[in-house]
């Protein structure tokens, strides 16, 4: 099951460093994960400040 990111990302970019496999970039309006890459290792999860981050 691979994470994706709510709207309540504020777009500090937190995430995006800490995936080991590169798929987190910025979008539009809040960061967004590639779902046909994940992992489902939860790396993002763990250093979101607002919990933005989830499980699909």
């Known amino acids: 099951m691979a994470y994706?990111?709510?709207?309540?990302?504020?777009?500090?970019?937190?995430?995006?460093?800490?995936?080991?496999?590169?798929?987190i970039s910025a979008g539009d309006d809040q960061y967004v994960i590639d779902a046909s890459g994940c992992i489902d290792c939860?790396?993002?999860?763990?250093?979101?400040?607002?919990d933005a981050p989830r499980p699909e």
Request: net charge negative; hydrophobic share 40%.
């Open 4 to 23: 994706m990111i709510t709207d309540a990302c504020i777009s500090c970019g937190a995430c995006e460093p800490e995936c080991p496999v590169s798929v």
């Open 42 to 50: 939860g790396a993002c999860a763990n250093v979101c400040p607002v």
